[in-house]
DNA sequence: CTGCATCCTAATGGATACTG
DNA sequence: CAGTATCCATTAGGATGCAG
């Protein structure tokens, strides 16, 4: 009884999967390129629109590196480079869609009781 | 077309959602606290076992007034804390089932392939 | 257009000692 | 037992300039 392991658990498949999604902008470029299909480096800068070359650049290669995100360079001038979901990266979509929609309704449950203190 | 408003989006729910649960340690302590239904202090202490008070404290802290948990304090010699999901973090319960489920896949993969290369 | 390099600041996390 | 408090190390993130 009451023997659900209370032990020491040191790899854990939810630390890991929080540790491959986290940083400030992972969630929201994997859920862009859902929505988008995919999208040049261009583009998700403007999306994200607070987001420095530095970070973009960097968040992008890990999430490469991970194998959640495809990149494909077309050799042109002015060069051309586009990002796509991989396989493993789409199966992450559900959940991100699941924890969209509960962020939503945190924020509309937020302005609603503003709202009533304001009254 | 291609007109899926390729602009700049400030507020949005996913990046609401993910500073929420965010951090090296909030997504393991509500999947526990979900399995456990409630645990103390000092037995979330020794499953997360590498983790500090001070990191322990702080994060419980942050998900209590987020309303993801709740903190129920036995005025005892010694005392007693107890958290535990309330009805808000228990919403977020199948969403980090189903990361821990991808988590574990992505996991069993790394191992197969380092098996085979080991061959 | 799509980055890389450098330098810097802010935020996060950790070690340790102490307390009601 | 369940924390606080203090100080320190590490990492994440940002500003800016330059380049293929």
Redesign the pocket.
């Known amino acids: 009884m009451e023997n659900k392991s209370e032990t020491c658990q040191p790899t854990c498949s939810v630390d890991y999967a929080f540790r491959r999604i986290g ?2 902008y992972k969630g929201r470029i994997l859920w862009y390129l859902h929505e988008h299909k995919t999208l ?3 583009a998700l800068k403007r999306i994200l629109c ?6 973009l ?1 960097q968040t ?2 890990e999430l490469e590196t991970d194998n959640l995100i495809n990149r494909k360079v077309y050799h042109e001038v ?4 586009e990002y796509s979901l991989t396989e493993t990266g789409r199966e992450l979509i559900p959940f991100i869609e699941y924890l969209r929609q509960w962020g939503d309704r945190q924020i509309e449950k937020e302005n609603k009781n503003s709202q009533t203190y304001q009254l």
Request: proline share 11%.
């Open positions: 940083g400030k040049r480096y261009g607070d987001v420095t070359t530095k970070m650049t992008l290669r002015p060069p051309k480079v």
